[in-house]
Each structure stands twice: as C-alpha cells, then as structure tokens.
C-alpha cells in the first residue's frame, strides 16, 4: 500500500460515512455531507497527481481508483434520488450511473481485445466529471426544495448531458472494434449458404 492507494481506500470508506449521516435527524447534516464528498472528490485527484509524481502508479491502483470513483458518485446519486424524488433527478441519475456501466464494460472489453488506448480518459470525459462533483456538492449540501438545491439540480442534468456527450466520443472511438470484420463477416455468409 502506497500513498495514492492510501488515498484511494479512504474515499471507500467515507462512502459509508457520508450515507450514515445523510439520514440522521440533524440539520448541520447537509454541510457535512457535500463537505465529506468534496474531500472525497479532491482525493481522486490526488492520488492520481501522487501516483505519477512520486511514480507511485501500481496495477492496483489502476484497478481500484475508478472503482473507488464510480462507487462514491453512484451511492451519491442514489441518497439524492432518494431524497429529492423528482423525475429529473431520477433521469439524471439514471444516465449517469447507465452511462458509467455502459464505458466500464465498453473499456473492460476493449482491454480485453488490446484496445483499451481508443478508449483512454477524453476532455469531455473530465469536463463531465467536474460537473458531475460540483452538481453532487451542491445537492448533498442543501435541503431539497431550497434555491441552491434547484440550481444543483441543473448543473447535474447538465452533467448528465456531458455524460451522453462523453458516452458518444466513446462508442464512436471504440466503434471500428464492436463492428465485425467485412471480410469475415463474408466469409461467414459464404459458410452459411
């Protein structure tokens, strides 16, 4: 265990953390929780910046960090779809959290077939990630039905739009390797006649 895989455990276990106290009967809860996610979010940047820096990087903490990531916003969108139960909320945590099962299995499968490179993290990819931690900040740490709470709910559809976007830069760098070969694929209809 190195430092960034340090990093990476932590977020892991803040998530429980944060859901226990998202539903005690307390009013400071709200602050506490976006504060507790915001740490969590500034550590998956830095044990990525550690990792490379003190060249700390290991085949773990490859596997771990976006496990530890896609974890933490998922059961964040959950507690917000749970409590704020309006449909754009819903919607917009269904794309997210589909659209992080839909690139996990698109990567593990071009990894798979010595590929992963076309899939490599994009700038829409980032640009995505950024507005969805500052839309999850700003919903856990206000009341639903609040003013900030409303503009949180925006910055997350807008999240969830960046997320189809990414979604689409992917499957369409990836598309060349899910579409069959021509020349087998004419192979194959020789056989079968």
């Not at 500052?134 to 739009?161: Q, R």
């Not at 997320?163 to 087998?184: D, E, F, R």
Request: some cysteine; charged content about 15%; proline content about 5%.
């Amino acid at each position: 265990m190195n430092i960034p895989n340090i990093l990476t455990s932590l977020r892991i276990f803040m998530i429980p953390i944060m859901v226990g106290l998202y539903y005690l009967p307390w009013e400071g809860k709200y602050h506490t929780c976006a504060i507790i996610f915001a740490i969590a979010a500034f550590t998956d940047w830095l044990d990525g910046f550690l990792a490379r820096k003190l060249d700390q990087a290991t085949p773990f903490g490859a596997f771990f960090d976006p496990v530890a990531d896609k974890v933490m916003v998922s059961v964040a969108l959950v507690l917000l779809i749970a409590s704020y139960s309006t449909p754009l909320m819903t919607l917009a945590g269904a794309v997210i959290i589909g659209r992080e099962i839909v690139i996990s299995a698109l990567r593990e499968w071009m990894a798979e077939i010595g590929n992963r490179a076309s899939v490599a993290v994009s700038y829409v990819g980032k640009l995505k990630t950024a507005m969805q931690m500052l839309s999850i900040v700003i919903l856990l740490g206000n009341k639903p039905g609040t003013e900030w709470a409303n503009v949180g709910e925006w910055v997350l559809v807008v999240a969830a739009l960046l997320t189809l976007w990414s979604m689409y830069v992917y499957l369409k760098a990836a598309w060349p390797s899910l579409m069959p070969n021509k020349v087998g694929e004419a192979d194959a209809n020789e056989k079968n006649s």
